[in-house]
């Protein structure tokens, strides 16, 4: 009886010391104080650009196929050409009402939408964009098939959010986003860049915050109450 | 003056002895604790941080919100063998630390209370001096005050409550204390309260 009481009081301290460790281990990063708005940040760069991405790279691969029958976009001429327009059908399932152009000969393309878009956790609102995406070449041994590295201007990227709050989100002059990496398409390993944002309620300037990509999540750094 | 108040209680316990003899017991006044307060499942000063809204960024967050148990006092009337009214007053309040969105720094605690007054009815399935078997159900009216950094808001509302099954044990013989347990839900308790009560 008396081995039992000592086996269970071991257990019990055993079981107690490995949850102080526990504790005492946490390396995660804190939502709020100086991190606060950060996850936000990260959304326009990880989900809202790279959905953008991946919708332009979906165009390039419809139009390399030659197909006039896509259900996914409304087209007018090559993605190539000059003055074409292509739009994500009412019926596409990802960012409908997207509108593709060309900007510039050295492949650059403009992608304008306003329409709901939906962060982490199914908080949707409306969301207006515009931005340049530049390709890039893809300087690996072995290129991606249809898979391209990419620059990204935004030039405006307003989200409207419930309680009076809004955010507005550029590249500052002279930065962009680059990125790079990644095997399939609408997928990529790093980014790299700068990120700003001002964060207004009820019309009255709340913060601003600034985030510097890096590469990986854990390499990049970001500041907030500028 | 021990003596007298011996002899006062000694007095009363005489007069409520003598007065349950010539009644049948079918009026009540019980006193109860128990159950999850309804204000509960409104989901007030619950913790809504959320990094991917600006909302759940910047606005105020509450931590650990301590719901205390719904206290009430009852009336009953048993009016025949199977049908009775209640009156029920009950109270019932929670708290929470409010923290900034940002820092999440205290700016104090915030506070919910609600006062409810629910007349009712009820069924007895069994209906028998010391045991007494019943359902009911009430709707009332209630006054809801929420209290954040000092500033109280008052609301009135309507309240309802349904008592699927309570049972009341009388325990003596001819003296009308009794105890009883009911299982609730509805907008102002959820759960089992138990209470002791007189009937006379």
Known sequence: MKKLAYILLGALLLASCDMSFLDDEWSGTYIYGENAGMEYMFCVADNLVVDNLGQMETALFVDSIHSTTSTRFETSGSIWDTDCKWTVSKKGSVLPGLVITRAAADSTWNLKRTGKYAFPGGSEFDTEYDMDVRMLKDTTSRPAEGHYWWQVTIKKCIRTEDNGYRAELITPTGSVLEYTYGRSMGTWGYCHGILSMMVYKNDELLDVARLQLNGTRYESKYLRDL | ?200
């Open chain 2, 1 to 200: 003056m021990k003596k007298l108040a011996f002899s006062l209680v000694l007095l009363a316990g005489f007069a409520l002895g003598a007065a349950a003899q010539e009644n049948a017991f079918n009026r009540s006044v019980s006193l109860s604790l128990g159950g999850v307060t309804g204000l509960d499942a409104r989901g007030l000063f619950q913790d809504n941080s959320n990094p991917y809204t600006l909302s759940g960024v910047y606005e105020p967050t509450w931590s650990n919100p301590i719901y205390y148990p719904v206290v009430s006092l009852d009336g009953d009337w048993i009016l025949s063998r199977r049908i009775g009214i209640s009156l029920s007053l009950s109270y019932s309040s929670l708290k929470a630390e409010k923290l900034d969105g940002v820092t999440r720094e205290s700016m104090g605690f915030s506070y919910a209370r609600q006062l409810c007054l629910v007349p009712g009815f009820r069924v007895y399935w069994a209906n028998k001096e010391r045991f007494k078997l019943y359902s009911g159900a009430g709707i009332g009216a209630e006054l809801c005050w929420i209290t954040e950094e000092g500033k109280p808001e008052r609301k009135f509302g309507a309240t309802w409550d349904i008592l699927p099954l309570g049972v009341r044990f009388k325990l003596l013989d001819g003296f009308g204390l009794y105890v009883f347990g009911e299982g609730m839900f509805g907008t102002r308790l959820i759960g089992y309260r138990l209470g002791v009560g007189y009937a006379f």
